[in-house]
């Protein structure tokens, strides 16, 4: 027995889309959009919804998804044939060209909607923040990082983040985007590469194994010349597996606290990638919920408005967790929250069989082995706290 109410002084508005869910990526390909949904039904099984503005939102326009993305790509994302019919021979090259097709980023019915409802979500998340008519938005259909303005990559088709920021720079002088997805958020570091308003920091899996996109080095700051605005505006802080809440959580404050110290941002836009949560099918590190959590939980202390976007996330039960908590993080309830799940597990008492209701040690699975050491994890402070002496706000 609890009441959820709204929290004080501030508003969370949450941005859902349902009819983002029946599209099909393939049935054994990674990414499910299910898990939207599966997230929307805990937050409303613990009532959090009363707690926000809840917006169905819309298919974004054309004209906006071209606001970053171009032309002769949006006209083919829009008519080209799902894999299964024959192949225009008129365009040979174009799915090469725009990398449309193949396993990550096939052509599936109803792509260009599913499409334009992510995007939808995170601008109408953008355009509350906008209007001051939202503190925090969420929007966990968005969060699409890796699409180039005319190239799909990794997933991800049109970049929903950077269609958001563009319109937040209407509204606010300085975006400081963060990036907790296991990859790295190569396609809005990229769109904003030469300019000072908008400040990229992503935390990824790099080297020395391969690992996609490849992108992200500790000495990737942004353009080298001094001459151009975006010099040390792109921050990248590589990962090696396993890394633990304690080791990430050390990291974040002291890299994002110092960030905000020097770059000083009006609004935050989070991307909340859950594929860097332990036994995520594609993932490398070992957070817990309540570790990537506390990535939300520190930018929040901030004060500032803030978008959190969705992104990876490829083991969907762990996804609608990591999200529902980050949503209770929003509204304040996160400590609530957390001592009323031990409680609502009742049906574990009549069911004695471990497999068919398995444990939440089960479901993790073993732990990685831990191979980012604390030296070379100061290493990284280091260099990023030597980069920020350049940026003054
Ligand atoms: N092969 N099926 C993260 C985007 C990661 C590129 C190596 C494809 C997969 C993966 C697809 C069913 C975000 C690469 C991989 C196999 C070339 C990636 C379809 C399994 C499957 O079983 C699969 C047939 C598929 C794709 C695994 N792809 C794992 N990793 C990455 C892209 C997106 O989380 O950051 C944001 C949403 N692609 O490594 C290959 C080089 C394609
Ligand atoms: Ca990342
Ligand atoms: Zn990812």
Redesign the pocket.
């Known amino acids: 027995e609890y009441n959820i109410t709204r929290p004080k002084g501030y508003t969370v508005s949450y941005h859902f889309n349902p009819d983002m869910e029946p599209h099909h990526f393939?049935l054994?390909?990674?990414?499910k959009p299910f898990r939207l949904t599966l997230t929307k039904s805990l937050v409303t099984a613990y009532g959090m919804n009363f707690a926000m503005d809840n917006y169905n939102t819309r298919i974004a326009t054309y004209q906006e998804l071209n606001s970053f993305h171009t032309s002769d790509y949006l006209d083919y994302l829009h008519m080209a044939p799902p894999e299964e019919m024959p192949r225009d021979i008129d365009n040979p090259d174009k799915e090469v060209k725009f990398n449309l097709g193949?396993?990550?980023c096939p052509l599936f019915h109803g792509l260009y909607d599913y499409c334009s409802m992510s995007a939808g979500s995170s601008l109408d998340a953008a355009r509350k923040i906008c209007n001051k008519q939202s503190d925090i938005a969420i929007a966990w259909g968005g969060?699409?990082?890796?699409a180039k303005k005319s190239e799909a990559s990794?997933?991800?088709y049109i970049n929903d983040i950077v269609l958001a920021i563009l319109q937040l720079l209407r509204c606010y002088p300085r975006v400081l985007y963060i990036d907790i997805?296991?990859?790295h958020g190569d396609g809005v570091e990229e769109a904003f590469y030469s300019t000072d308003r908008v400040m990229t920091c992503s935390f990824h899996k790099f080297a020395p194994d391969v690992f996609?996109p490849g992108t992200g080095g500790l000495d990737d700051n942004g353009p080298k010349s001094e001459h151009n605005p975006g010099a040390h505006h792109a921050i990248n802080v590589p990962l090696n597996d396993g890394i633990t809440d304690e080791q990430y959580g050390h990291l974040f404050q002291s890299i994002i606290g110092k960030i905000n110290e020097k770059f000083r941002p009006s609004v935050i836009a989070l991307q909340c990638?859950a594929?860097s949560l332990a036994g995520d099918r594609?993932g490398r590190f070992n957070l817990q919920v309540q570790g990537h959590g506390a990535c939300a939980k520190f930018c929040k202390t901030f004060g500032i408005p803030m978008i959190m976007f969705g992104?990876?996330?490829y083991t969907p039960r762990n996804v609608a967790r990591a999200w529902a908590y980050e949503t209770s993080v929003a509204i304040d309830i996160d400590e609530k929250i957390n001592k009323i799940i031990p409680d609502h597990t009742p049906w574990r008492k009549h069911f004695v069989q471990e497999e068919l209701f398995p444990s939440l040690e089960q479901i993790l699975g073993d732990p990685r082995v831990n191979r980012n050491s604390q030296k070379r994890l100061q290493e990284i402070i280091q260099h990023v706290h030597e980069q920020l002496r350049f940026v003054n706000a």
Do not use: I, N
């Not at 054994?28 to 990414?31: A, E, F, G, I």
């Open positions: 393939g054994t390909h990674p990414m193949g396993s990550d969060g699409l990082h890796h990794g997933f991800c997805d296991v990859h996609f990638g594929d594609l992104g990876g996330g």
